[in-house]
């Protein structure tokens, strides 16, 4: 109970050298062994109070830094979390729709001068975000030993590399408690209920349909019918060469007329069954 610093561990032994001192001054003369035993022992616990005092004093200290620093990390955000894992999964679904959003910022690539977006105040692209999190399994995230040492093709200017990436957006999810610290490049951090790769993607807003950048190879690799749908559309990857458009080929003459009788023949057919819907019509 009376293990580390506390007052009275200074205070007394304090008191104690101030009694000996004044003790040692109030000798009459010709008590020199006395009062040089009182002034040794005043020393003793001087240091004693000395030392006593420090303690106390840094242990304080201590408490008012760790408080502060509880009290900054206890941002909205943290604190959204923190009662998310007491709600309902679909509570906290309505709650990220409408109410928990992600900060961004729009990054203009060196190279092409191509706009990309990445988490607000980090290097973490959202293309990344979304591939880590398409890869991640239910439980835990996309391990970082996946990526190549020193390679750097998920960023559009090559400054910033994938394992750099990966290391922000854990530090970044671990701060909203969506995962567990991970236990080096081959053991990745866990989701913390109810987060998942699914609901991190609803909160951010990756939907799979933004114009993100992404390295060439994951760009071709991406579904048939998405890369239909986007077809014409420029990607937002500074290193992803654009596509040169083919040159349009004239209708001829006996195009045209083709396309003539194909679009009177379709008006024929569309009277005729309109007319038949009518008599039913009439019929009825």
Excluded at 167 to 172: A, G, H, I, Q, R
Excluded at 207 to 226: I, M, N, V
Excluded at 259 to 271: F, R
């Amino acid at each position: 109970m009376n293990d580390g610093p506390r007052t009275w561990k200074y205070a007394v032994p304090a008191i104690l050298c101030a009694l000996l001192w004044w003790g040692a001054w109030a000798l009459p003369e010709g008590s020199l062994k006395a009062a040089t035993l009182m002034i040794l022992l005043g020393a003793i616990f001087g240091w004693m109070a000395l030392t006593n005092w420090w303690r106390l004093s840094s242990s304080h200290r201590t408490e008012m830094f760790s408080e502060r620093q509880i009290a900054l990390s206890k941002t909205p955000v943290v604190l959204l979390a923190e009662n998310m894992k007491r709600m309902h999964p679909e509570a906290v679904r309505v709650l990220n729709r409408y109410a928990a959003r992600t900060s961004w910022q729009v990054r203009v690539g060196k190279n092409f001068g191509e706009r990309d977006w990445v988490l607000a105040d980090t290097n973490v692209h959202f293309g990344f975000i979304e591939h880590v999190m398409l890869k991640s399994s239910k439980t835990a995230l996309y391990p970082k030993s996946k990526f190549s040492e020193g390679s750097s093709k998920w960023d559009p200017d090559k400054l910033v590399e994938d394992r750099e990436q990966y290391d922000e957006l854990e530090k970044w999810m671990f701060a909203r408690l969506m995962v567990t610290r991970s236990h080096g490049d081959y053991k990745p951090a866990e989701f913390i209920p109810p987060w998942t790769p699914t609901l991190i993607l609803e909160t951010m807003g990756l939907t799979g349909e933004q114009d993100l950048y992404r390295p060439e190879e994951e760009f071709k690799a991406k579904d048939l019918d998405k890369s239909a749908a986007s077809t014409g559309q420029r990607s937002a990857g500074s290193a992803q060469q654009a596509a040169v458009p083919e040159e349009a080929i004239p209708l001829t003459d006996a195009d045209m007329a083709v396309l003539a009788a194909e679009n009177a023949d379709y008006e024929v057919s569309m009277a005729e069954r309109s007319r038949q819907t009518q008599r039913k019509l009439n019929q009825s």
